[in-house]
Structure formats: structure tokens, C-alpha cells
């Protein structure tokens, strides 16, 4: 079933949680999938493309494409920026293809403030999950550890309020897995789909 | 990742469209998905068992859950009662284990008004999207035939509104597939696992 427009899928959760590795994983399989590209303001490095590695611009250009809106998120690392093109995704997902943007949790939120129609999936560490089944099956062990441990999981919870979809990082063919189950079923919602029906037929009858 | 409850998977679509046969198919992978028992008036059968193949009542008892709104959807053939008993779903969800009911349109509607929370998911007939193709790759053909086929596909179409998903039966495996993402993904939902993990920590930390 062909579709009108690409998704744009984020994929972001805590520091170390793996997200890079799931990616990397997710890539080897679903090569209709087009990457984010970022743009920033250091300089192009041997070996390194415009328009593949990055998108490269100077500082003033960048800001003043901050200023247009025209980034979905940014960041300054090192005293130069990093941030992820508007037009970029839109054209990719205009012509069809969906677009994966794998940040940070800071990156993700401001993506979603800017491109709320993209789906946000949270990586979860697997260290909750062993914390809540600890709780669940063993009963209460009320260790100044396991304090800790859950007031660190009530701000991570906190965090995932703002995603669609939480995957838990368990095991990468696992994780993976599910955020194929995420793309395919987003691509069925029916909304998408009577969207470009009722718009070619009615076209067609009219 | 356990969930606190079942979600109700409800497969419907236009007759003829091969529901049956997904949900069999399905239903060889899918192990842990019970399949929704129906209730009925009519006379148990040589081999058949009570809460099994069907949960069966005279016709006064299920006039007297009708009223008391404990059916999910029923209807009436041949001067028998045949419904969705809403019990035995809430028990199994209640349980930890989806509910998957296949059911005509009619019936899903009513289910839909009566469990809401439920997915649901309509099937499709490959007719119809060879008919979109037709349109899209290969120019406009007025002829009456197309024309006619129009019509009805904007009838089809109309249906789907009451729907999550929209799954095209073009081939059974590509099929249940689909059905298979829409329910793993279902299942990682943010909503369904914030609500978990904040009831278990809150239960912990207060």
C-alpha cells in the first residue's frame, strides 16, 4: 500500500541505553528507512561528503537558519552547532521515504515541540525493568539501593510522558524487533490510509 | 515487559474479504491471543461444549443480559441469539491476555459503542486497492465497470471510519503480519506502560 508521505520516527531514552547500537541493528534490515542528517558548523573532515556525513554550514548561516525556524532541533558541543535540518526531512518524507532521527532526550523533546506529527519512541533501559520485577516477584526489599534505584526510575519515567511508544532495551534483535512492529503498524493506522483513498477517489468521482 | 491487562483485538471487514481465514492463520502463531467465545440460544450439538465452542442460554437469559447490557454486540439468525458475552472478555483481560474477536461489520460497530478501549481492525479487500492502483498508475479509464467500482469503494470506505487499522488482505501471511505488528505495537504504547511503572513505583516509594 502505497503511502502519500514518509513518517518521521524519533528515537531517543537515557544516556548509555544503546541507542546507537539499536539503530545501527535497525538499519541492516529496513534499508527503505533514510537517516536523519545532521547539520553542523565544524569543519568537513577527510573522507567526509556535504549532504551525506553532515550538512555543513558556517556559524551565521546556521544561526540564521535557527532564527527562520528552520531547525527541528540544535545544539552547541565544542563551540560549534549541531542540529537537524527542517527542510531535509520534510523534502525526504514528501517524496515518500521515512525519515529516522536517533538523539538525545533534550534533542527529542524540542523535535517534538517543532514536529509534533513525528512518533517518538523511548529506549528503556533494561535496569528498570530488572528493578520493577525485583519489586513485583521478590516483594519489598527496602535497601537504601533499591531507594535510590527508584527515585532514579521515577525521573527516568517522568521523562517518556512526551513519546509514543516505549521499547525496552533488553536485547538489541528484541528492541529492534518491536521498533519494526512500531513502523509497519503506524504505516496501517487508518486515518493515514482513508486519508489517501477518500483523496484519490474523490478526485476521481468529483 | 508484563502489562496489567489484555487488549481487545477486534478483526472486521466488508463479507467475503477473508477474515476468517487471517484470524485461523493468525491464530497458528499467535498462542498466548484467546479467541472471543460467543454466546448463543441455539441447541448445543454432538460434540460441542458449554464455554467452549460456545457459552449457551435460553432465550430468556439472553434477553436478560441484553438488558442489562452484558453483551459486547449480538444479533439474531434464524430465530437464535448469537452475541459477544462481555464477561468472559473482561475476565480474560482482566487475566493478562488479549481477546481476538472476528465479527462482521454490524457487529464490530456495536462492540466499538460498547468497549471503546478496544483496537480495531479492518480488513481489506484486495479488490479495492487494485482498484486505487488502477487509478493511480495507469491513467483514468472511464469506463462504466470503473466507474461503478468507484461507487461501492467510496461506500467501503466510509466504513473503515470507525476503525484504528486498515489491513489489506492482498495475501494471508502478509496479512497476519500486519495483524502481528499492530498487536506487538499495541503493547508498547505509552500510555499502557506509564501507567504500570508509576503505579508500581508509586505503590514503593509512598
Known amino acids: 500500500m502505497i503511502d502519500e508521505k514518509g513518517i518521521l520516527f524519533v528515537l531517543s531514552g537515557p544516556s548509555g541505553v544503546g541507542k546507537g547500537t539499536v539503530r545501527k541493528e535497525l538499519f541492516k534490515y529496513k534499508t527503505d528507512l533514510k537517516y536523519s542528517i545532521s547539520m553542523t558548523t565544524r569543519d568537513i573532515r577527510a573522507g567526509e561528503t556535504d549532504g551525506v556525513?553532515?550538512?555543513?554550514?558556517?556559524?551565521?548561516?546556521?544561526?540564521?537558519?535557527?532564527?527562520?525556524?528552520?531547525?527541528?532541533?540544535?545544539?552547541?558541543?565544542?563551540n560549534n552547532y549541531y542540529g537537524t535540518p527542517r527542510?531535509?526531512?520534510e523534502e525526504t518524507l514528501a517524496s515518500g521515504h521515512d525519515v529516522f532521527l536517533e538523539i538525545e532526550v533534550q534533542g527529542a523533546l524540542q523535535v517534538k515541540e517543532n514536529f509534533p506529527e513525528g512518533v517518538f519512541i523511548f529506549l528503556f533501559p533494561p535496569s528498570l525493568e530488572e528493578l520493577k520485577n525485583r519489586i513485583v516477584y521478590r516483594?519489598?526489599?527496602?535497601?537504601?539501593?533499591?531507594?535510590?534505584?527508584?527515585?532514579?526510575?521515577?525521573?527516568?519515567?517522568?521523562?517518556?510522558?512526551?513519546?509514543?511508544?516505549?521499547?525496552?532495551?533488553?536485547?538489541?534483535?528484541?528492541?529492534?524487533?518491536?521498533?519494526?512492529?512500531?513502523?509497519?503498524?503506524?504505516?496501517?493506522?487508518?486515518?493515514?490510509?482513508a486519508r489517501q483513498y477518500k483523496k484519490i477517489l474523490e478526485d476521481e468521482i468529483s
Open 139 to 193: 516483594g519489598t526489599e527496602s535497601t537504601e539501593l533499591v531507594r535510590n534505584r527508584l527515585k532514579e526510575a521515577r525521573n527516568e519515567i517522568k521523562l517518556m510522558d512526551a513519546y509514543d511508544y516505549v521499547v525496552v532495551n533488553d536485547q538489541v534483535d528484541h528492541a529492534v524487533g518491536k521498533i519494526q512492529s512500531i513502523i509497519q503498524s503506524e504505516h496501517l493506522k487508518r486515518e493515514r490510509i
Open 53 to 78: 556525513d553532515y550538512f555543513y554550514k558556517t556559524k551565521q548561516e546556521f544561526e540564521s537558519l535557527v532564527e527562520q525556524n528552520q531547525l527541528l532541533e540544535y545544539a552547541q558541543y565544542v
Open 87 to 89: 527542510a531535509y526531512v
